[in-house]
Nanobody, 128 residues
Framework: QVQLVESGGGLVLAGGSLRLSCAASGGIFSWYSMGWFRQAPEKEREFVSGINRGGGRTTYADSVKGRFTISRDNAKNTVYLQMNSLKPEDTAVYYC?????????????????????WGQGTPVTVSS
């Protein structure tokens, strides 16, 4: 199982930007589709964005489409989430996750149950 560590969260004013990183270790990173989820206080964990093994296919939740960009660097075993035009409703703990899709290179995974590894989360607070 791959281990994941997120970083880059913090406090930002509305309209600002943050870049989250998720470093993977202990597995063959390029075998995994990667995703970002978030969980706000007293709310369910929700899908934010996903990317396939090679990085050529991505998907986004409607709430972040056009503002967030997911990318990955397989040479660095890292997935990123660039977050622009942040809003107070983006405040949450952000988690990255890995889904083994070794034989399904085009697959972008969006269901939480399909992810086998999770990071510990990094908090993002957007103040108005």
């Amino acid at each position: 199982q791959v281990q994941l560590v997120e970083s880059g969260g913090g406090l930002v004013l509305a309209g600002g930007s943050l870049r989250l990183s998720c470093a993977a270790s202990g597995g063959i990173f390029s075998w995994y589709s990667m995703g970002w989820f978030r969980q706000a206080p007293e709310k369910e964990r929700e899908f934010v964005s996903g990317i396939n093994r090679g990085g050529g296919r991505t998907t986004y939740a409607d709430s972040v489409k056009g503002r967030f960009t997911i990318s990955r660097d397989n040479a660095k075993n890292t997935v990123y989430l660039q977050m622009n035009s942040l809003k107070p409703e983006d405040t949450a703990v952000y988690y990255c996750a890995a889904a083994l899709t070794r034989f399904r290179p085009d697959e972008v995974v969006w269901r939480p149950d399909d992810y086998s590894s999770w990071g510990q989360g990094t908090p993002v607070t957007v103040s108005s």
